[in-house]
């Protein structure tokens, strides 16, 4: 794989791209831009004046209590409106807001206008329950039109929602259930996923059992008449379209405070429990809107398609929030890549005439894998821009949706940022930003990006960090301040914003990620923390210790590594390592699996006993070790370097 620091082509966006462009060149994104630093304040307050508040705010940002930022303070809001009504106002009611396809290939499309009498009439639902604003609800749902539409009658009526993502365990439900405290779960009957039906309500009954906060499970009918088995208790759970029946699709959005929380989403950081980022209504909703309306370009004939999911961020905010916001048209799809073949994605680009893809890398790199076979004599004449989000993409996969996807015209936005960062703090703008393969490129208004080294001295290789607030910041971790600040402000002193990611700038300013500095794994795009897997394994009642470390993965981009070592006098054998991943399964989902289980009489570790988890990279990845004398005990090396060896 070829390194990024090698990669130096670089690719102009095509004269249409840009004459049609809503940034054109990069004499207009630097004048922007410098614009947006010398006065950022100004330049979000005109952001702010595109969308409608109910009533405007006194004061853009407040940072007397920073970390604690607000913005558009005391302005008052409702995304929901702003994703609905407002275009429905506009003239926008009959234009397409989604289309929608199911795995099995069924499908739907919703106007704006129907989009808002839907979600109308689910808020009415959830008031019919006594759900009321700041309430936390849980939503544990697949890739339906319900997921968005529960999302925005959440927004609507001021209710806030934790996506759960469809593919954590019952236990990953239960702990972010008790996390948030959370009264009602919504869920379906169940979902599809390479053409296997998964029962979620039956993983939700399971997840709730030690849950008191939980007075209600709202359950959509994903199944049609093809009855999923889905048990019901009856003074507990509800059918979601029986319930509808007695309500109206009349339900004024809520005017909230520019502060007022609209969601929590949990995401792994170097502790063993995942942590639930704040998110609050007014500067979410400005940032979501403007990285939306400038990255992706968006116009009136577009069709936009992320295949994300929205349980992750990504779909929160260029599923929902953001692209809604702009009035734009696109195409959800609930399923697998490859199902019923690996051809899916590129059939339902030409049938949607889709013109903006957004997807990530370790997609990108199983479809190289997959072959190219896949996409010949598919009409992908559609597409006009690209995307990619969620980890590093290597300039091979880059090469390869540039001349496969984008047939060379097609500009790619490679998207740098985090569930904390709300939306893309560093991205190329397709129509003024040369792009080079590999790299996330300059930061977008408003967002001052560093490079530090660990002291806080300027440098071309180091940490990367973010020196002013932005509106769609993280607002805290629910429940634990000081966790928020010793994970994200206690680097640099309170100085900056730190991500947990390795950068470079090179000669033209362009920032090229490196990677996570801290103990979290980007497996196909998804955070594991190591923490939090190690603690699953010592659970294990056969198991004494555990190092779990990231490694290179040519499809993943990461993958991950268990060292294990058993309790004496333990048995250690294949049925082990079956119960550990089962474990693994049960605590938090199969995608969390690791590639490889080694058992060790011990780990590496300093005479202060700290386990040597670089020392593990280097053995799995078969580097030179250098001195390894200063450990407690050298002869464990190699015997976990013979056990590599063997394989
Ligand atoms: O390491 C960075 C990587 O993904 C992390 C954020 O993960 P998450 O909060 O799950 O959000 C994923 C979707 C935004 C970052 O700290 N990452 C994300 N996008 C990129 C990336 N690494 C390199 N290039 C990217 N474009």
Not at 305 to 332: E, K, P, R
């Amino acid at each position: 794989m070829k390194s990024l620091s090698q990669e130096h082509r670089k690719f102009h966006p095509q004269s249409e791209f840009v004459a049609n462009a809503k940034i054109q060149g990069m004499e207009a994104y630097k004048e922007e831009y410098e614009k947006s630093i010398e006065d950022p304040q100004a330049y979000w307050e005109t952001v702010a004046d595109e969308l409608h508040w109910f009533s405007k705010w006194d004061q853009v940002l407040d940072s007397s209590k920073a970390p604690y930022y607000n913005w558009f303070v005391n302005g008052k809001t409702n995304i929901s409106y702003n994703c609905l009504d407002r275009n429905v106002n506009a003239g926008k009611g009959d234009k397409v807001a989604f289309h929608w396809e199911g795995e099995p290939g069924d499908s739907k499309s919703l106007t704006y206008s129907e989009l808002l009498e839907s979600v109308c009439l689910f808020a009415n639902v959830l008031k019919s329950f006594g759900v009321q604003k700041g309430d936390r609800i849980a939503l544990y749902l697949p890739m339906i039109p319900e997921l968005v539409v529960a999302v925005l009658a959440c927004a609507r009526i001021g209710a806030v929602h934790t996506v759960i993502f469809a593919g954590f365990s019952s236990d990953s439900i239960q702990d972010r259930i008790i996390d948030s405290k959370a009264r009602m779960v919504i869920t379906a009957d169940g979902g599809y996923r390479r053409g296997k039906i998964l029962e979620l309500k039956k993983i939700v009954d399971e997840g709730i059992e030690n849950c008191p906060t939980i007075s209600e499970v709202l359950v959509v009918k994903r199944g049609g008449d093809t009855s999923i088995d889905c048990p019901m208790q009856s003074d507990r759970d509800f059918w979601y379209e029986e319930r509808a029946e007695s309500c109206d699709a009349d339900c004024p959005a809520v005017p909230l405070d520019s502060e007022d929380l609209l969601f929590l989403l949990y995401t792994s950081g170097t502790t063993g429990k995942p942590k639930g980022i704040m998110h609050s209504t007014g500067g979410y909703q400005v940032f979501s809107y403007a990285t939306s309306k400038y990255v992706f370009d968006l116009n009136d004939n577009d069709m936009y398609w992320c295949t994300a999911d929205v349980g992750w961020i990504t779909g929160h905010t260029y599923i929902i929030y953001g692209i809604l916001q702009n009035g734009a048209s696109q195409l959800i799809y609930e399923g697998a890549p490859n199902f019923p073949d690996p051809g899916r994605f590129w059939n339902l680009i030409e049938q949607y005439k889709v013109s903006i893809f957004y997807t990530a890398p370790t997609a990108i790199r199983a479809f190289m894998k997959w072959g190219d076979n896949w996409l010949e004599g598919k009409d992908l004449s559609s597409l006009r821009l690209l995307g990619s989000v969620g980890e590093p993409i290597n300039p091979e996969a880059w090469m390869w949706y540039h001349e496969k996807v984008g047939s060379e015209k097609c500009p790619i936005v490679d998207t740098w940022w985090q569930t904390e960062t709300g939306g893309h703090l560093l991205t190329p703008l397709p129509g003024a930003i040369p792009t080079k393969p590999g790299s996330a490129t300059v930061p977008f208004f408003g967002i001052e990006p560093l490079i530090l080294t660990e002291e806080g001295a300027e440098t071309d290789v180091g940490i990367l960090a973010i020196k002013n607030p932005w509106p769609g910041m993280l607002r805290g971790i629910y429940g634990d301040p000081e966790l928020y600040e010793a994970t994200y402000w206690s680097k640099w002193g309170g100085r900056y914003y730190f991500p947990g990611d390795g950068a470079r700038i090179d000669e033209d300013g362009y920032y090229w990620i490196l990677g996570r500095v801290d103990d979290v794994v980007n497996v196909s795009g998804h955070r594991i923390g190591t923490a939090e897997l190690e603690s699953i394994f010592v659970e294990h009642s056969s198991i004494a210790e555990a190092a779990v470390i990231g490694i290179k993965h040519e499809i993943k981009g990461q993958g991950l590594l268990a060292f294990i070592t058993a309790i004496e006098g333990k048995k250690v054998d294949e049925a082990l390592k079956v119960e550990l991943v089962q474990l693994v399964d049960k605590k938090i989902g199969k995608f969390a699996r690791p590639e490889r289980i080694v058992f060790a009489s011990d780990l590496p570790k300093t005479r202060s006993g700290k386990i040597m988890r670089r020392l593990l990279r280097s053995i799995a990845e078969g580097q030179e070790l250098g001195n390894i004398t200063t450990l407690s005990d050298p002869s464990i090396v190699d015997e976990i370097q013979n056990q590599f060896k063997n394989i």
